[in-house]
């Protein structure tokens, strides 16, 4: 089940060390025409970290992408930050990361020490459009790569997420956002269907905003 992550030196540690990383990721992208901005989720930025049990904890990011020279070549667009990501991470003599269906994800890392615990950093590719509303670039893989297909899909309901986290925040609801977003990681876990963490973000602000 997860649970959050109450160690606050070592989740400071452990994010300044992903936050480097990313940040060479969006310096290397603009270098080869795509600008864009990473920028952590929701949930770590706001101290909802979470870990399944004693499993790796994950960090997740968003790049969002500003401009590039072809919005529907979402292969390419994929292909840059994959190599830039790979780069940065030959660089510190890392692993390559693992393309997914909706992110880049590195192999878990680790502090030397007595604190071991696992991380990795989940990088997802995303802009939003003219209604403000979020997109994430999928990569749809069929098993014969010339068939896969990548598309902007709009993530549902997220066009105020900012706005309505501001808010009840500010009107001091946050505590019923924790308790509703790790509810809904559980559950998702226990139905194995997996959802991103900035997902299951998006639904707990969205549920309890409409219900306060």
């Known amino acids: 089940m997860f649970h959050y992550v109450e160690d606050k030196e070592f989740l400071h540690r452990a994010q300044s060390y992903c936050s480097t990383i990313v940040k060479q990721v969006e310096d290397e992208c603009r270098r080869n025409g795509l600008n864009g901005q990473v920028f ?3 949930s770590g930025a706001r101290n909802m970290v979470t870990q399944n049990g004693d ?3 994950d960090f997740d990011y968003n790049l969002n992408v500003l401009s590039c020279d072809d919005w529907d070549d979402g292969k390419t667009i994929k292909e840059i930050v994959r190599k830039a990501f790979n780069r940065v991470m030959r660089t510190s003599r890392l692993p390559d990361v693992e393309d997914s269906t909706a992110s880049l994800t590195t192999k878990p890392f680790h502090f030397e020490g007595k604190q071991r615990t696992e991380f990795s950093i989940d990088l997802a590719i995303v802009t939003m459009n003219d209604e403000g509303t979020w997109e994430r670039l999928i990569h749809q893989k069929t098993g014969i790569v010339a068939f896969d297909r990548y598309y902007w899909n709009k993530v549902r309901n997220s066009a105020e ?3 309505r986290a501001r808010i009840l925040k ?3 609801r946050w505590n019923i956002v924790r308790d509703k977003y790790l509810k809904i990681k559980n559950q998702h876990l226990q139905k194995n269907d997996h ?3 900035f ?7 969205n549920e309890v905003y409409n219900k306060v």
């Open 161 to 163: 997420i900012r706005k």
């Open 195 to 197: 959802h991103s963490s």
């Open 55 to 57: 499993g790796p904890i």
């Open 199 to 205: 997902i299951c973000y998006i639904e707990a602000v």
């Open 40 to 42: 952590l989720v929701g």
């Open 170 to 172: 500010q009107e001091g």
